[in-house]
């Protein structure tokens, strides 16, 4: 692809379907003029959307028609055998064949990790994907992994889980990063076993600045710039601080429209609402990346909107320049031959 950034998108995935995933791309167009992208859906739905975009927007990108969507009600066992022209489907298939760098999806995601480790494959080294989403701070963002992809996680996995996303972290920070597993305390002794052995495991690995135990409560404030659970426990914090940081944001907008002080000094509401909130706005974190495959799929939330899915798409772009499953499996191959 040379210097070009080529991405896949699963253009019926999410709640919103194309009315959501066809604006997002179109803005990711304008903003990265490298960009390509080929939108996999419904053409006769996609169509409208397209008739007003600018020529050379529309020079790079590429429509494959697929009327076919994966729904959350699709069992994903199934989908292997029924939704093989599915979007999601033809749009991971264009990772394996490398026409693109990546694909970005907002559909089911027991059928995406299904399809994708279905045509991608793990890496050598590799039991199961993850999935890393990045969460707000105080000071910088960090990352959180796994958020959903393996309820039940064993030692060995967590720690491949916080060899892949100290990987990521560095590849896209561009310096070395701090490990934590997230537990109920910061003593050794606490924790399940699982967890307690992962981080004797971690504290032997030189390839990894594992700095201990990081308890919820420091989650936000930069404890460590990666985080690894299990991903039960990760997407209960991922979907938990969401509703939080949606609550919070209303509770700013009310409290700031009923302030006597700010409509008499003439001083624009939504100026400083904008300040606060967007520090926190979930759809700026939406994009989950499937960590631990021969290939980058990004996950975005079904229910993100047009500005929460052009954020799924520039984490893609990022994925693409940094070339993230090499970095992974240069780390892991590392790894394994000490």
């Known amino acids: 692809m040379g210097d070009t950034k ?8 999410g709640e919103g379907g194309v009315d959501v995933t066809v604006p997002a791309s179109l803005q ?15 053409e006769q739905r996609m169509s409208p959307l397209l008739h007003d975009v600018d020529q050379e ?3 790079r990108l590429r429509v ?8 959350d009600a699709d069992k994903p066992r199934n ?17 394996k064949q490398g026409e693109v760098g990546a694909m970005v999806s907002a559909g089911n995601t027991g059928a995406l990790l299904m399809v994708g480790r279905h045509l991608l494959k793990t890496l050598d080294g590799i039991q199961k994907p993850a999935i890393v989403a990045t969460i707000p701070g105080a000071m910088n963002q960090s990352y959180l992994l796994d958020v959903g992809a393996n309820p039940e996680c064993d030692r060995q996995q967590l720690f491949e889980f916080a060899v892949m996303g100290s990987a990521l972290a560095e590849s896209l920070n561009g310096e070395s990063v ?6 109920i305390g910061a003593e050794e002794y ?27 409560n420091d989650l936000f404030d930069g404890a460590a710039d990666v985080v690894v659970c299990d991903g039960f426990v990760g997407n209960v914090t991922i979907k938990s601080s969401a509703g939080v940081a949606n609550v919070i944001n209303k509770l700013l907008e009310a409290q700031i429209r009923e302030s006597m002080l700010t409509r008499l000094s003439g001083y624009a509401p939504n100026s400083i609402l904008n300040r606060l909130s967007s520090q926190i706005n979930p759809q700026r974190f939406n994009g989950a990346s499937l960590l631990g495959l021969q290939g980058s799929i990004v996950k975005s939330h079904g229910n993100a909107t047009i500005e929460g899915f052009f954020y799924a798409i520039q984490q893609a772009i990022r994925e693409v320049e940094n070339k993230v499953p090499q970095l992974i499996a240069n780390r892991v191959a590392a790894i394994m031959s000490q």
């Open 28 to 42: 990711a167009l304008q903003e990265n003029p490298d960009l390509e992208l080929v939108l996999v859906g419904d």
């Open 178 to 183: 701090s490990v934590g597993l997230l537990n």
């Open 6 to 13: 080529r991405i896949a998108i699963d253009a019926m995935g």
């Open 190 to 216: 606490k924790g399940t076993n699982e967890v307690q052995q992962a981080g004797k495991m971690l504290e032997d690995c030189d390839a990894v600045n594992y700095i201990g135990f990081v308890e919820a």
């Open 64 to 71: 494959i028609h697929s009327d076919q969507a994966i729904t």
């Open 79 to 95: 989908v292997l055998r029924s939704g093989r022209r599915s979007s999601m489907f033809l749009a991971t298939e264009l990772v």
């Open 57 to 59: 927007a529309l020079s």
